[in-house]
């Protein structure tokens, strides 16, 4: 053999065993999932614990080696533990699925009801404006102005843009309806959960909502490039019994009511319209 036949064969039985070694190191991490809340108002150092708890379950069901969970409130910080740690799996809020599921290469596998409302439907509210017509070209508060796209491709489907209006952007949900009921802003586009609130905050007597949009999908449960598809499959199969029986208090913990399978058809209509 040629010496440069015998550096080639050595070069491939080095690489040979990198890989394997690798691949034994990567086999022995625990199996990661994050869960990326938007505009929630639980702090992660509440929330960490009872998420624990739920990966744990997780993991006896499915019988991992041990599991990590991540509880995130921005996407860039999903985005960092997706380079840093390649996670298995994530659940995620509707638009950040949108915005991050071609980048990430997200595969639709359960979805979730939740016992907090949010996100599922958007509404304008106002004191003195008697539709959407009547809010265009006023001072509109939000807090969703963040995701322009989303909320003009999703929420309004078209019919209006934030350019419609004198956009006051909010940082904070209880902020966005206080501008409305002190008279900063004519107009506000909030949430399920901004809108369910507004009957409990004094002086909110005649603020109500003046459009609202169509309900949108559930939180969406996603398997990763680094979940393998033998594993994947077993945990798609095993998302309804998660939080079943004894399972379903630690659900509730984390504010979870029930998961289901799921796959990228029952998002099809909100992809579309986002767009790629």
Not at 30 to 59: C, K, M, N
Not at 158 to 170: K, R
Not at 249 to 276: F, H, K, P, Q, W
């Amino acid at each position: 053999m040629s010496g440069f036949a015998r550096t080639g064969a050595q070069a491939i039985v080095l690489l040979a065993l990198w890989l394997a070694t690798a691949g034994a190191a990567r086999a022995q991490e625990p199996i990661r999932i994050f869960v990326l809340r938007e505009h929630g108002v639980t702090a992660v150092s509440l929330a960490q614990p009872y998420l624990d708890r739920f990966v744990a379950l997780a993991a006896a069901q499915n019988g991992w080696r041990s599991a990590q969970g991540s509880y995130l409130t921005s996407r860039p910080a999903a985005e960092e533990a997706i380079r840093r740690d390649h996670p298995h799996y994530a659940i995620l809020s509707l638009p950040a699925f949108l915005a991050l599921r071609t980048a990430h290469r997200f595969e639709v596998i359960g979805r979730v009801e939740v016992s907090l409302s949010g996100g599922r439907r958007y509404a304008l509210i106002s004191r003195s404006a008697g539709d959407l017509a009547g809010c265009k070209g006023k001072s509109l508060a939000t807090d969703h102005a963040g995701d322009a796209r989303f909320v003009e491709r999703v929420v309004a489907r078209g019919q209006f843009t934030l350019a419609d209006f004198q956009l006051h952007a909010t940082r904070r949900p209880l902020q966005t309806t206080r501008q409305v009921l002190d008279g900063q802003a004519v107009c506000a586009l909030v949430d399920d959960s901004q809108l369910s609130e507004l009957a409990h905050l004094p002086g909110a007597d005649g603020v109500h909502a003046v459009w609202q949009s169509a309900e949108l999908p559930q939180m969406v449960v996603v398997a990763l490039p680094d979940a393998p598809a033998k594993e994947r499959a077993a945990f798609q199969k095993n998302l309804p019994e998660l939080c079943a029986a004894e399972g379903r208090a630690i659900c509730a913990e984390v504010g979870i009511v029930s998961l289901a399978t799921s796959s990228d058809r029952d998002y099809a209509d909100a992809v579309t319209a986002y767009g790629d």
